[in-house]
Every structure is written in C-alpha cells, then in structure tokens.
C-alpha cells in the first residue's frame, strides 16, 4: 500500500477557476507536509508547508489539513496557465526525522 | 542566497561505465539528501547525510551505488557499474534540519544509460 497517494491526473481547469489537489497518508503520526510543484523537465519547487491542522493561506494558494482524516490539500485560487505543472504532496512521517514520502503527483493543466 | 547547485545536468553513458553526480547544498543546510525520479513518480530517497555523516542510506544499492560528502558540505554519488535500469533524474536536496525540515532541491541529473 501505497503510503502517501494523490490522484494522478490530469486535472483540467479553466483560467480563474479555484484547482482542488487532494493527497492522503497512511501514517497517522505523520507531523510535517509540504506541496511542491514541478514543471515539466524541472526539479520540485517548494510551494507550501503545512505542520498544524487548519489553514494555511500564501498569496493565491491554500493548504488545508486534517490529521484525523489523515487528508492534506491544496488550493489554487485564481488559476494561471502558468500555474500547469505536476503537484506533489510530501510527508515527513512519524519515526523519519528528516526523510520525506512523495506521492507520484497530480498533473495539472489551467486552460487559457 | 544561492541554491543547490547539481552538475551534471545531463549524462548519457553506455552500460557498464561509471558515472558520478555532484552536489553543493545551500550554505548552512547540514543536511543533504540525494534523490532518485522515475518518470511519473515523486522523489525516492537513496541516502540523507547530516553533515558528513550517512544517517539513512537504507535506499541506497550498495552493490553499485556510492556516495561521500567530505568536509560536510559537497557531496558526489556514484554508479559503478551503470545498468540500464538506473536511468532517472538524480535529484540533490538541501535542509536547515530542526522540526519544520524544509528541503530544498537542486535541478538534477538526467542520466541515460544506452
């Protein structure tokens, strides 16, 4: 079983619309998530982090998380063409005292 | 503030060679890690390194692959011998350490074994 898990794609919106990227975890000790984006051909940029359950708001994006129901997301308000790219979800797991969990990412493409 | 910086960026070898893949993380990040990116899939981790030390290199193959970070600041991965297997992106990556363990990534190596 998979231990971090993301819908893989593609996820199509239209210029302005708010994209939803949803992950789930298996660990429920798991303390630490982070967002990374990645465009095609580049290496994962740092978006967002994300430590206490709640909201967490930077500019156009949101992360959102539940510990109980062991659900991380992310929202885009405002989508951008500039914005498709592919999202990863990263866990630091309880017990890994730096090591994080990536799911395969979801591929997301703003539609002019 | 500079990033991690990787080099190669690109390598492309027959089976059988070796290959190695160089690392500087961001001034002050202790902690390095070198990732492995299949196509379609997220990061894998091989090794972590807090310092000059191999803490987590349970990942790692150790019947081909090497790693060292002398000094504890660059570090070299090594592949000897390549199979055609290991062609991925090998991603280096960087982090203060502490609770929040933020890391950052280096563009990569893109390797292709022929």
């Known amino acids: 079983q998979k231990e971090v898990e993301q819908n893989s794609g593609p996820l199509s919106v239209p210029e302005g619309a708010i994209a939803s990227l949803n992950c789930t975890y298996s660990d429920r000790g798991s303390q630490s998530f982070f967002w990374y984006r990645q465009y095609s051909g580049k290496s994962p940029e740092l978006i967002m982090s994300i430590y206490s359950n709640g909201d967490k708001e930077d500019g156009r994006f949101t992360a959102q998380l539940n510990k109980a129901s062991q659900y991380v997301s992310l929202l885009i308000r405002d989508s951008q063409p500039s914005d498709s790219a592919t999202y990863l979800c990263?866990?630091?797991?309880?017990?890994?005292?730096?090591?994080?969990?990536f799911g395969s990412g979801t591929q997301l493409t703003v539609l002019p | 503030e500079a990033g991690v910086v990787q080099s190669p960026r690109y390598k492309i070898i027959e089976k059988k060679q070796p290959v190695a893949f160089w690392c500087n993380p961001i001034?002050?990040?202790?902690?390095l890690y070198w990732y492995l990116q299949n196509l379609g899939q997220g990061p894998e981790l091989l090794i972590r390194?807090?310092?000059?030390?191999?803490?987590?290199d349970s990942q790692l193959p150790k019947d081909r692959f090497s790693a060292e970070r002398l000094k504890g600041v660059d570090s070299t991965l090594k592949i000897q011998p390549a199979e055609l297997g290991d062609s991925a992106v090998y991603l280096c990556?960087?982090?203060?350490?502490?609770?929040?363990?933020?890391?950052?990534f280096g563009p990569g190596t893109r390797l292709t074994v022929l």
């Open positions: 001034s002050g990040h202790n902690t």
């Open positions: 390194y807090e310092n000059e030390e191999a803490v987590d």
């Open positions: 990556a960087s982090s203060l350490g502490g609770f929040r363990n933020e890391q950052f």
């Open positions: 990263a866990v630091r797991q309880s017990g890994s005292a730096r090591q994080l969990t």
